[in-house]
């Protein structure tokens, strides 16, 4: 499949154009996560979870938003979202002084749904992932709202792809990416942009098991879709992989790995433990597989794990984190 890559000048004229509109989240090494590889392990994490509205989320709902005319603008955004990316589209739309009116998962957090609030947005709750594509199509067709996708095409790849800039902006002697895996746009955006900047470092995807449909792409040779979501991380719960996003990987992610939602929990403690954060699932997905199904390969590396997302009130985090001093395998 011929698609439209995103180019580095491109990511960069990009980065440029959100200035304070985004953060540029630190890079900071582990030292605890280090001790528990071992054998001369280098750690470094991306903590992108400090990203304004509290996710890489911003980066692509800007991108979007600020391409668009001013008679699109006029008639505002709508985007479909278990949570992050419907907080981040109301913030872009906040930004770009348009309206929002976006479709949300009726389980999503409501730490999430009020936050989107908390940006202007009017809400529209839907019980299932696959209605609220359906429904968000509907609105955009009645009130001419333009389709925020929440990781598809060549602008959302272009705003997650100032990540992997920064990342090796901020980083000279890495080998080794791990970025967790949803639909695919913030692996996809991040992969095209270090591997056109640093051909030589290896990039792997983190799924969960009960959401792996780049999995079931990568086996197919063409994208795919999943029945349901099974898994804690609602944030990597995407129903399908897009065409352009299933592309995008193929071209750049070097492979995939999966987790399980036991290694997400213990990872969620871990993180908590040693580096006295609270993030959500997804974010914990790149440690859970550096410390779990690929901790015996990559001791030694130097290794930058991309932490994506904090949007978790207290009472949920402590339902779901374990906190156990035991390896986290």
């Not at 600020?66 to 603008?73: G, Y």
């Not at 002084?97 to 009726?106: F, H, L």
């Not at 399980?260 to 871990?270: E, P, T, Y």
């Amino acid at each position: 499949m011929a698609i439209d890559v995103p180019s580095v000048t491109a990511i960069q004229t990009l980065q440029n154009l959100l200035g304070n509109d985004i953060y540029r989240t630190p890079v900071l090494r582990c030292a605890t996560i280090e001790d528990r590889m071992g054998g001369d392990t280098r750690v470094y994490a991306k903590m992108e979870f400090l990203q304004r509205t509290g996710t890489f989320k911003a980066r692509g709902a800007l991108a979007v938003i600020k391409s668009l005319t001013a008679a699109q603008l006029e008639a505002g955004v709508t985007a479909v979202s278990a949570g992050n990316h419907a907080i981040a589209t109301a913030y872009a739309a906040t930004v770009a002084q348009t309206s929002a009116k976006v479709v949300m998962i009726s389980s999503a957090n409501p730490m999430r749904i009020e936050a989107c609030r908390s940006y202007g947005a009017e809400i529209v709750m839907v019980n299932d992932v696959h209605d609220a594509f359906s429904v968000a199509e509907q609105i955009e067709k009645e009130e001419g709202r333009f389709f925020v996708h929440p990781f598809d095409g060549p602008v959302i790849a272009t705003g997650t792809g100032t990540i992997g800039l920064e990342i090796c902006e901020q980083c000279d002697d890495i080998d080794t990416v791990i970025i967790p895996v949803g639909g695919g746009g913030l692996i996809g955006g991040m992969a095209n942009a270090i591997r056109q900047l640093r051909s030589d470092i290896e990039i792997i995807g983190v799924e969960p098991v009960g959401a792996d449909s780049m999995h079931r792409s990568y086996a197919a040779g063409e994208a795919r879709s999943i029945d349901k979501v099974r898994t804690i991380a609602d944030s990597l719960g995407a129903p399908f992989a897009s065409p352009y996003s299933f592309a995008l990987c193929r071209q750049n992610v070097d492979r995939l790995v999966m987790v399980d939602d036991d290694q997400l929990r213990a990872s969620m403690g871990f993180l908590f433990q040693s580096l006295k954060i609270a993030v959500e699932p997804a974010c914990a997905a790149s440690t859970a597989a550096l410390l779990g199904p690929l901790r015996d390969e990559l001791t030694g590396r130097k290794i930058v794990l991309t932490l994506c997302g904090s949007n978790i009130d207290w009472e949920t985090f402590a339902g779901q984190a374990t906190f156990e001093t035991d390896d986290v395998s």
